[in-house]
């Protein structure tokens, strides 16, 4: 027997709209064959995830401060994703806005009026994270340098840097050894909401959300984006700048990238330290292929997987089953999702003999 | 190598049928391949050339027709069965690995035992190649070689898997003179040995120079299976007789073309050169002047440089020697007054995975913008306007430009770019591939902007050049052969042979 992919040569009608349900199907499908293996009732671990991620106000607002951080990712590689640009380095962005705004806190505290410290500080941890995908953008725009490589690479040299300050100049006198910065002051703290840990990220996120949509929907300039993705040869030919084009998304990319950072640093940590890399960059690039580079979808997914991320911990907990099960089982929906995807273009045949 | 017979056909094609959404490429083809043949396979781009051999190789399906090979009825699912068949198929992009070596490369994808010799390999790819005199170095990587390199591995690739019907697609597109000899001499050598061979191409001197046979389609049909020694004792160029036959010659369309009153000169190119992809000049010193009110045509086969001329016109590929000027301007500085209709309607022309409506705007979004938003509402009711003036078939302006059919989509490039009010527009390849139909409401449009400006058509298509020029630039092997007015009652006598290089004939 031999399986053959074949390349359909009619897209496929309404039943692409099946295809997202059934590959989650089969995910949890696959994920019911783990838990039994591992010796836990599915059904119950089920529920369990469940309750876990949206099962109560307080637990609902953990999934949001989880997803936080994976939207702004998920708007950063999307955004760049509907240029064609690969923004794998999202992480590194990331944790250079959390350097830049934890700079402005730890130096620029008492130089500022405290009203205008947090502002200062996301100001910083935009330009961080947009420096950061400049140099990538720079280097594809002008010399046709591999954006994939080079913001890939430049996401280690960004995390040695943090490793850097926090174990050496910026570390903290008093932390005896732990390692990260000193806390900021109070006025350098994001404010949280309704005594829970959701914080300012969250609504700069879905400010950024409709502001991208917006963009892309409506102004010349995400036209030129979607147009220079879905047809270069075309928008050569329209005379779209596609080479300023390129630098001007990576930044505003490495931006909501760093956006990220400072709030993670500023509305969680409170300093800068270890676990700022936590792969919400990584994430990130999840999310914005599973939402198919929609900017409404990439909030609803990062919801819905910072859920799972959530209740896969309280699992952990509750039926002793390994820590590692929550990371498998958002591994089988990636790859059954994404690999679902290739319905979209090929059919499947079953050749005996 | 198979020995029956040396006469009868070795490959029989039968109503060969194959189409394409939005193309019939084949339309009831009937072909024959004899043993220890040099077979040419004439026509046009887009003549479906290609897309026979394609499935002649298992490449394609055909959705109707029947191959026999030696006589046998075949139905190919694959590459791998028309080669178990001994057809195999050299393709204008070679299929190779650049990183692996030459004997890599030949021997990928071949059963074999699991060890690999690979020293016994390279000797075996070292006998064959001396022995058919294709020059190669068995150990050299794919990227170190050049293009007529590469060819030779794919040639022996082909010999390795004891191919006796060998088809090549446009073999000597990519190489320099010389190189064209020595292919020449391998594929005599290949026919001395009983093997077949298929050779595509749309050059006219080669195929008189190497084939048995040679068969001339033109969108999608066989014009005419002939030998070259018949047409040589017939005319004085042979050239001419199948020139004609690929762009074929029926009577010029009654399209109401009445005369308007030209200008001074409205675009003037002078001395201007461009080099091709591959660095050699594609476009030699070609001085033309087209004033308004005026159609003029540039007329050859294709690949004699016409791409490039236009390509270089509207800014997309540098200009190596002399100017285009508009008006007396540089023609660089005023594109905004210069609409472009590109032959690739799909890739180049539009944006098939976006809607009729944003690919209204793909050229001159600016007279949609205010600030940094555009107003997509009055863009709607523009394009709405013009899809009902083109009779643009399209339930609405929202959906996808891939849905179009081609004449359809060709229409809406066109409104796109009438809108412009352009002074200049430069039209390549407009009607190819349309229905009578479309044609004639595309013919109709540019007659239409001859009245305000000026036209430049880039065709391959005697008639339609005829039926709309004024003017008409021969174009062959990028330099200018004459330029005709379409007044002088004898120009198509002229044109045929100056398609074909031949200076001062008929």
């Known amino acids: 027997m031999r399986l053959i992919l074949r390349k359909r040569l009619r897209p496929l009608g309404w039943s692409r709209f099946l295809i997202p349900p059934v590959s989650i199907l089969a995910a949890i499908l696959l994920g019911a064959v783990l838990f039994a293996w591992v010796g836990a009732n599915p059904l119950r671990a089920y529920t369990e995830i469940f309750k876990g991620g949206f099962g109560s106000i307080y637990n609902f607002s953990e999934t949001l401060v989880r997803a936080t951080p994976l939207i702004l990712c998920g708007l950063s590689v999307g955004l760049a994703g509907k240029m064609l640009i690969w923004n794998i380095g999202a992480e590194g962005q990331l944790v250079m806005g959390g350097i830049a705004g934890a700079g402005v806190a730890l130096f620029f505290s008492s130089a500022i009026p405290s009203c205008l410290i947090v502002p200062a500080m996301m100001l910083a941890g935009f330009l961080g994270g947009a420096l950061w995908g400049l140099i990538p953008g720079m280097l594809r725009a002008r010399l046709d340098v591999n954006e994939i490589i080079t913001s890939l690479m430049l996401n280690y040299v960004a995390i040695f840097w943090l490793e850097h300050l926090y174990f050496g100049p910026w570390r903290d006198p008093e932390g005896r050894g732990f390692p990260g910065t000193a806390m900021f002051l109070e006025t350098a703290w994001f404010p949280r909401f309704f005594g829970t840990r959701i914080h300012l990220g969250l609504p700069v996120a879905l400010m950024a959300a409709i502001l991208i949509g917006c963009v892309l929907a409506y102004t010349y300039w995400g036209y030129q984006i979607r147009a220079v993705g879905a047809g270069a040869k075309a928008a050569q030919y329209a005379r779209i700048p596609i080479a300023r084009n390129i630098v001007w998304v990576m930044i505003l990319s490495g931006g909501l990238a760093g956006l990220a950072g400072i709030s993670e640093t500023a509305g969680i940590h409170y300093r800068l330290q270890q676990g700022l890399a936590a792969g919400n960059g990584y994430m990130g690039i999840i999310v914005a292929w599973l939402s198919r580079l929609r900017p409404g979808a990439i909030v609803i997914l990062s919801v819905l997987l910072g859920g799972l991320m959530v209740g896969g911990d309280q699992l952990q907990i509750i039926l002793r089953v390994p820590s590692a099960i929550g990371l498998v089982l958002q591994g089988a929906i990636l790859f059954c999702v994404i690999g679902g995807q290739v319905f979209n273009d090929y059919t499947l045949r079953i050749r005996k003999g | 190598m198979p020995d029956d017979s040396q006469s009868g056909p070795a490959v029989v094609m039968k109503a060969i049928y194959k189409a394409f959404p939005g193309v019939e490429a084949n339309r009831g083809v009937d072909f024959q391949i004899l043993s220890g043949e040099i077979h040419s396979l004439l026509g046009e781009?887009?003549?479906?050339?290609?897309?026979?051999?394609?499935?002649?190789?298992?490449?394609?399906?055909?959705?109707?027709?029947?191959?026999?090979?030696?006589?046998?009825?075949?139905?190919?699912?694959?590459?791998?069965?028309?080669?178990?068949?001994?057809?195999?198929?050299?393709?204008?992009?070679?299929?190779?690995?650049?990183?692996?070596?030459?004997?890599?490369?030949?021997?990928?994808?071949?059963?074999?035992?699991?060890?690999?010799?690979?020293?016994?390999?390279?000797?075996?790819?070292?006998?064959?190649?001396?022995?058919?005199?294709?020059?190669?170095?068995?150990?050299?990587?794919?990227?170190?070689?050049?293009?007529?390199?590469?060819?030779?591995?794919?040639?022996?690739?082909?010999?390795?898997?004891?191919?006796?019907?060998?088809?090549?697609?446009?073999?000597?597109?990519?190489?320099?003179?010389?190189?064209?000899?020595?292919?020449?001499?391998?594929?005599?050598?290949?026919?001395?040995?009983?093997?077949?061979?298929?050779?595509?191409?749309?050059?006219?001197?080669?195929?008189?120079?190497?084939?048995?046979?040679?068969?001339?389609?033109?969108?999608?049909?066989?014009?005419?299976?002939?030998?070259?020694?018949?047409?040589?004792?017939?005319?004085?160029?042979?050239?001419?007789?199948?020139?004609?036959?690929?762009?074929?010659?029926?009577?010029?369309?009654?399209?109401?073309?009445?005369?308007?009153?030209?200008?001074?000169?409205?675009?003037?190119?002078?001395?201007?050169?461009?080099?091709?992809?591959?660095?050699?000049?594609?476009?030699?010193?070609?001085?033309?002047?087209?004033?308004?009110?005026?159609?003029?045509?540039?007329?050859?086969?294709?690949?004699?440089?016409?791409?490039?001329?236009?390509?270089?016109?509207?800014?997309?590929?540098?200009?190596?020697?002399?100017?285009?000027?508009?008006?007396?301007?540089?023609?660089?500085?005023?594109?905004?007054?210069?609409?472009?209709?590109?032959?690739?309607?799909?890739?180049?022309?539009?944006?098939?995975?976006?809607?009729?409506?944003?690919?209204?705007?793909?050229?001159?979004?600016?007279?949609?913008?205010?600030?940094?938003?555009?107003?997509?509402?009055?863009?709607?009711?523009?394009?709405?306007?013009?899809?009902?003036?083109?009779?643009?078939?399209?339930?609405?302006?929202?959906?996808?430009?891939?849905?179009?059919?081609?004449?359809?989509?060709?229409?809406?490039?066109?409104?796109?770019?009438?809108?412009?009010?352009?002074?200049?527009?430069?039209?390549?390849?407009?009607?190819?591939?349309?229905?009578?139909?479309?044609?004639?409401?595309?013919?109709?449009?540019?007659?239409?902007?001859?009245?305000?400006?000026?036209?430049?058509?880039?065709?391959?298509?005697?008639?339609?050049?005829?039926?709309?020029?004024?003017?008409?630039?021969?174009?062959?092997?990028?330099?200018?052969?004459?330029?005709?007015?379409?007044?002088?009652?004898?120009?198509?006598?002229?044109?045929?042979?100056?398609?074909?290089?031949?200076?001062?004939?008929?």
């Open chain 2, 45 to 506: 781009n887009g003549a479906g050339k290609t897309t026979l051999m394609r499935i002649l190789a298992g490449f394609y399906q055909p959705d109707a027709g029947e191959i026999h090979v030696r006589g046998q009825r075949v139905v190919f699912r694959s590459p791998r069965d028309a080669l178990a068949h001994g057809i195999g198929m050299i393709h204008q992009h070679f299929q190779l690995v650049r990183t692996f070596t030459v004997t890599e490369n030949i021997f990928l994808g071949m059963a074999g035992s699991l060890r690999l010799d690979m020293p016994a390999m390279e000797r075996r790819v070292a006998e064959r190649s001396d022995h058919y005199g294709l020059a190669i170095d068995s150990r050299a990587r794919i990227w170190e070689l050049s293009v007529g390199e590469q060819q030779r591995v794919e040639i022996l690739r082909m010999l390795f898997r004891d191919v006796t019907i060998l088809i090549m697609d446009e073999p000597t597109a990519v190489l320099a003179p010389q190189e064209i000899d020595r292919l020449f001499a391998v594929m005599k050598r290949f026919r001395a040995e009983g093997r077949s061979m298929v050779f595509i191409t749309h050059k006219l001197e080669e195929v008189l120079e190497i084939s048995d046979d040679i068969t001339v389609l033109r969108r999608g049909k066989v014009m005419s299976t002939v030998r070259p020694r018949q047409i040589r004792e017939r005319t004085v160029s042979a050239g001419t007789e199948l020139a004609r036959m690929m762009v074929g010659r029926e009577v010029i369309l009654e399209i109401g073309k009445h005369p308007v009153k030209t200008d001074a000169p409205l675009l003037e190119v002078e001395h201007l050169s461009v080099m091709g992809d591959r660095g050699e000049l594609a476009v030699a010193d070609i001085s033309f002047r087209i004033r308004r009110g005026e159609i003029f045509a540039v007329l050859g086969v294709a690949g004699n440089g016409q791409r490039e001329l236009v390509e270089a016109l509207v800014g997309l590929r540098p200009i190596t020697a002399g100017c285009a000027r508009l008006n007396g301007i540089d023609l660089k500085d005023c594109m905004d007054s210069v609409a472009y209709i590109p032959e690739d309607r799909t890739g180049r022309g539009s944006i098939p995975d976006m809607t009729l409506l944003e690919n209204f705007i793909l050229t001159d979004p600016k007279r949609f913008k205010k600030g940094p938003w555009i107003r997509w509402k009055s863009a709607e009711r523009v394009a709405q306007t013009l899809m009902d003036r083109y009779r643009i078939a399209a339930p609405s302006p929202g959906m996808k430009a891939r849905q179009l059919s081609g004449g359809n989509l060709q229409k809406l490039i066109l409104a796109r770019e009438f809108f412009r009010k352009p002074r200049f527009l430069i039209a390549e390849q407009p009607t190819r591939g349309l229905d009578i139909g479309a044609t004639e409401e595309i013919w109709q449009a540019l007659l239409g902007q001859r009245e305000t400006g000026g036209v430049l058509l880039v065709s391959g298509n005697i008639k339609e050049v005829l039926s709309l020029a004024d003017t008409i630039l021969i174009l062959f092997r990028g330099g200018s052969m004459d330029i005709v007015s379409c007044d002088d009652e004898k120009c198509l006598e002229r044109i045929g042979p100056l398609m074909a290089g031949v200076k001062g004939a008929a």
